[in-house]
């Protein structure tokens, strides 16, 4: 029996690689093509520096959230830009949904719905600092360019990242699957259903956690999770918005300030948990 399970993670696991791989590969042209240009688009956002953050955020670049901190830290950016980029960043999402061959409609509405929450809380950040009286502390630029770097961009050619971004995946998926299909396997699939959508506010508190470790298996879990049928569509947006990648990682180390990086690590909890819970309240489908 542990055999089947093993051997069905494996076809299953290995069906998504071409998919990956091209996904990846598109991914790196674009990374290399434009990547500058999200940099000097949030710089030149100003007060509409969310609404860039959010629509830029949705592309799938593994140095955006990276960007997006080094750049806060050199205070070129606004506080509510930071958390419209972490919010709209789709992470490892978007090629697991492709892979998986999901319905073009189902992609486009989560990246829309996350876009949207991110612009929404990127400037209803911004208006309350604002309103409580906050200034923007002086820019640091000479700072900002010794430090920001993605890792992406030191790699020669897009065939190599490429790969190594597909295999780094495929190995997450197998783990995450095999588990899965473990669980499933002796528990049953209903069983499972049962002990996570059971507790709607739990689910969503738990699954924004688990979004803000700063590893691409928690997304790719969630993800999967969610295509599976084992959470619901709000559990998986909650995750999916407090998973920025290595955005945490980055800026906890390019921003001395520890208590404000606290701080804004909780506020991110506080958006993805919130959000999720009211998508799951008000029953919305996509």
């Not at 399970?5 to 996904?23: E, G, R």
């Not at 492709?98 to 990127?122: D, F, N, W, Y």
């Not at 528990?187 to 508190?205: D, F, I, Q, Y």
């Amino acid at each position: 029996m542990m055999v089947d399970v093993i051997l069905d993670t494996l076809i299953d696991a290995a069906k998504l690689l071409p998919f990956l791989f091209v996904t990846y590969l598109l991914m790196e042209y674009a990374e290399h093509k434009t990547g500058d240009r999200f940099t000097e688009a949030l710089h030149r956002g100003g007060n509409a520096g969310p609404l860039f953050g959010g629509i830029l955020g949705v592309v799938p670049q593994c140095g955006f959230s990276a960007a997006a901190s080094n750049l806060y830290a050199g205070r070129v950016i606004t506080l509510g830009t930071l958390f419209a980029v972490y919010l709209s960043t789709s992470d490892e999402m978007l090629p697991i949904l492709i892979s998986e061959r999901s319905e073009i409609t189902l992609i486009l509405k989560i990246l829309a719905l996350k876009a949207v929450i991110g612009i929404a809380a990127g400037f209803g950040t911004d208006i309350i600092l604002r309103l409580r009286g906050k200034k923007e502390q002086d820019w640091d630029i000479e700072s900002l360019c010794e430090r920001e770097h993605c890792s992406c961009e030191e790699e020669e050619g897009i065939l190599k990242p490429a790969l190594v971004h597909t295999l780094h995946v495929f190995f997450f998926v197998v783990g995450i699957s095999f588990v899965l299909n473990i669980i499933v396997h002796f528990a049953g699939l209903e069983a499972v259903r049962g002990s996570l959508l059971g507790t709607p506010v739990a689910g969503e508190l738990i699954a924004a956690l688990i979004g803000l470790i700063p590893n691409c298996g928690a997304s790719v879990a969630i993800t999967h999770l969610y295509l599976e049928g084992v959470i619901s569509l709000g559990a998986m947006m909650a995750g999916l918005l407090t998973g920025a990648g290595v955005g945490l990682l980055v800026l906890f180390r390019v921003n001395d300030h520890l208590k404000e990086n606290l701080m804004i690590a909780g506020t991110l909890y506080l958006f993805g948990a919130v959000f999720g819970i009211i998508i799951e309240l008000t029953g919305l489908v996509l």
